[in-house]
């Protein structure tokens, strides 16, 4: 059983940076997906970034060129890098597992119904 525990979030003012990190345990080999999805008060979640197995990675419109996801595969450890954050950024950040797919002929995926396992979520909030 895949089991993920976040850290790493907390209180940024507006253009600031933080990293959020996940350590991932239960993963065996083959094809998988890991993502960081958020979900602010009153809204639906969102998928943020996802890396796969080989290193592909896809992000979401709204954080391109701001966020950067990263794995440490000898470690099980997933990492989201966030930069110039803005208040829309304020939310819970879950990271999440999901196994190999047809998605691996496509793209990373970012919609969570390709995904199985997830973690309790850290708060992240943008404010000044």
């Known amino acids: 059983q895949v089991h993920l525990v976040e850290s790493g979030g907390g209180s940024v003012q507006p253009g600031g940076s933080l990293t959020v990190s996940c350590e991932v345990s239960g993963v065996g080999y083959g094809i998988y997906c890991w993502g960081w999805f958020r979900q602010a008060p009153g809204k639906a979640r969102e998928g943020v970034a996802a890396?796969?197995?080989?290193?592909?990675?896809n992000y979401a419109n709204s954080v391109k060129g701001r966020f950067t996801i990263s794995k440490d595969s000898t470690k099980n450890i997933l990492s989201l890098q966030m930069n110039n954050l803005d208040a829309e950024d304020t939310g819970m950040y879950y990271c999440?597992?999901?196994?190999?797919?047809?998605?691996?002929?496509?793209?990373?995926?970012?919609?969570?119904?390709?995904?199985?396992?997830w973690g309790q979520g850290v708060q992240v909030t943008v404010s000044s």
């Open positions: 999440a597992y999901g196994p190999g797919g047809s998605w691996y002929r496509i793209v990373v995926p970012l919609a969570d119904r390709f995904y199985d396992s």
């Open positions: 890396i796969d197995s080989d290193g592909r990675t």
